[in-house]
C-alpha cells in the first residue's frame, strides 16, 4: 500500500490550495508562487522535485502592436486574479515601463479567454498553451513570453510536511513516474503523442502543443534546480509581487526542499 496513489482532478491552482489546507489530498503539482503564498498563508509544504519551467509556454498577446504606448492605456486585457498569469502580466509592465493600473483587468482563464477574444471582448490575453495558440490562429499576435524573463514561472511538485514520512512510499512512486513519463515521451514519441492527444483533447498532430516553451528539468539537473535555482526564482517572484501590491509578507519565503525523494540516476 505504500506505492498506492490517486489521482484527484481539479480546475485550478487555488483549488489544489484549498485540498492541501483541507487535508484531503496530500500532494500536488503547483506554480512555484502559489506554493509561496501557501506558506504566507501558514501553509507547510515540501517540494519534492521541479516539473517545469516556463521559457516561452506563458504569453502575452494582443490584437494590435504591444509596442504602441498609445493603444496600451485603457486596453482590456484579460488576465487572472493569481498564479502565473499575474506573474507574468506584472513581468511584462516592469518590462515596457508601463503602469498596470492604466489597464483594465478582465479575470478569466486562458480557457475563457478563447470566446471572450472571439466576442471583442478583450484586447489582450495573458495565456499559455494550447490556448496561446489558439489565439494566435484567431489573429492575435504574441507580443511577449516568458522567453524574455529569467525563470519566473515554476511547476513544482509539493507535499504537505505532515506526510513525508507516512507517504514516503508513495511519494517516491509519484516522483519516479514523472521521470518515467519524461523517458517515456523520449523513446516513444508517436505513443506518447496519441497518450497526450486523448488527455488534452486535441488532434494527435497538435498533441505535444501544451508542452512548448516549457522546460522539464532532467533528474540530474534537479539538486541545482531544488537547491540553487529555486532560491533565486523564490526571490525575484516576492520582489516583483511586492511591488505590484500583490503579496504582503513579513519575512522572505524560505520554502523546504527535499531531495530523498528523487529516484537514483540509474533508476
Not at 59 to 80: K, M, N, T, W, Y
Not at 167 to 192: I, S
Request: some cysteine.
Amino acid at each position: 500500500m505504500a506505492a498506492f496513489l490517486q489521482l484527484v482532478e481539479v480546475p485550478d491552482a487555488a483549488s489544489q490550495l484549498d485540498l492541501l489546507r483541507l487535508e484531503r489530498v496530500e500532494a500536488a503539482l503547483l506554480p512555484f508562487d502559489e506554493v509561496i503564498l501557501g506558506q504566507i498563508q501558514a501553509l507547510e509544504l515540501c517540494v519534492l522535485c521541479v516539473v517545469a519551467v516556463s521559457a516561452g509556454g506563458d504569453q502575452i498577446l494582443s490584437r494590435g502592436r504591444c509596442d504602441e504606448r498609445d493603444f496600451l492605456p485603457g486596453a482590456r486585457i484579460a488576465v487572472e486574479h493569481h498564479g502565473p498569469g499575474l506573474v507574468l502580466f506584472h513581468a511584462w509592465c516592469e518590462h515596457i515601463g508601463l503602469d498596470p493600473a492604466t489597464l483594465n483587468r478582465v479575470p478569466l482563464s486562458p480557457e475563457q479567454q478563447i470566446e471572450a477574444w472571439r466576442n471583442g471582448a478583450i484586447d489582450l490575453a495573458v495565456s499559455y498553451q494550447p490556448y496561446a495558440e489558439k489565439l494566435r490562429r484567431m489573429g492575435a499576435t504574441p507580443c511577449f513570453d516568458t522567453s524574455r524573463l529569467p525563470p519566473l514561472i515554476v511547476d513544482v511538485l509539493v507535499a504537505r510536511n505532515a506526510i513525508l514520512v507516512s507517504h514516503a512510499g508513495a511519494l517516491k512512486r509519484l516522483v519516479q513516474l514523472h521521470f518515467f513519463a519524461l523517458e517515456w515521451m523520449r523513446q516513444h514519441p508517436n505513443d506518447a503523442r496519441y497518450r497526450l492527444a486523448a488527455r488534452f483533447g486535441l488532434p494527435p498532430d497538435e498533441a505535444f502543443l501544451p508542452l512548448v516553451g516549457l522546460i522539464f528539468p532532467a533528474l540530474r539537473e534537479q539538486g541545482r534546480w531544488m537547491t540553487r535555482e529555486l532560491p533565486a526564482v523564490a526571490r525575484r517572484l516576492v520582489s516583483l509581487l511586492a511591488r505590484a501590491g500583490a503579496y504582503v509578507a513579513h519575512a522572505e519565503p524560505d520554502i523546504p526542499v527535499s531531495l530523498d525523494f528523487l529516484p537514483r540516476p540509474s533508476a
